[in-house]
C-alpha cells in the first residue's frame, strides 16, 4: 500500500466502523500511549528488563498501531502523508548527506 492508500483506508474504515475520528486531543494522546506500548517492548526485548509472564510483546502490531493513529491525526489535519514524507526526505538528505559519513562515531 502507498501512503495514501493507507490514508484512504484508514479514513473508510473510520466512516465504516469507527463512527468518526476522535478528537484530535485525544488522538494525540493515544498516540503517546502507543509509542510507550511500543517502548515497553523495546526495553524488554533489546533493553535490560525482561518480560512479566504473560506479557503482551508483539512489536509489529505495535508498530501498526502508532502508525494508525498517526494516519488519524494526518487525515484530521489534512495533511498529505506522501507529501510530507518526501519533503522530509529531502530536508534530510539536504541536510545531512555528508554529515553521517563525516560522524567518527559512526
Do not use: P
Not at 466502523?17 to 500511549?33: I, K, Q
Not at 522530509?88 to 559519513?101: P, Y
Request: net charge negative; proline share 0%; with cysteine.
Amino acid at each position: 500500500m502507498t501512503l495514501e492508500e493507507v490514508q484512504k483506508a484508514v479514513d473508510t474504515w473510520i466512516k465504516t466502523y469507527g463512527v468518526r475520528y476522535f478528537s484530535e486531543l485525544t488522538n494525540m494522546a493515544v498516540l503517546t500511549e502507543e509509542v510507550g506500548e511500543l517502548a515497553r517492548i523495546m526495553a524488554r526485548t533489546y533493553g535490560d528488563q525482561s518480560f512479566k509472564e504473560g506479557e503482551k510483546h508483539d512489536l509489529a502490531d505495535e508498530m501498526a498501531d502508532i502508525l494508525w493513529v498517526l494516519v488519524c491525526l494526518a487525515n484530521q489535519t489534512g495533511v498529505d502523508l506522501t507529501t510530507a514524507f518526501q519533503k522530509n526526505l529531502e530536508k534530510k538528505t539536504s541536510r545531512d548527506k555528508e554529515r553521517h559519513k563525516n560522524n567518527t562515531k559512526l
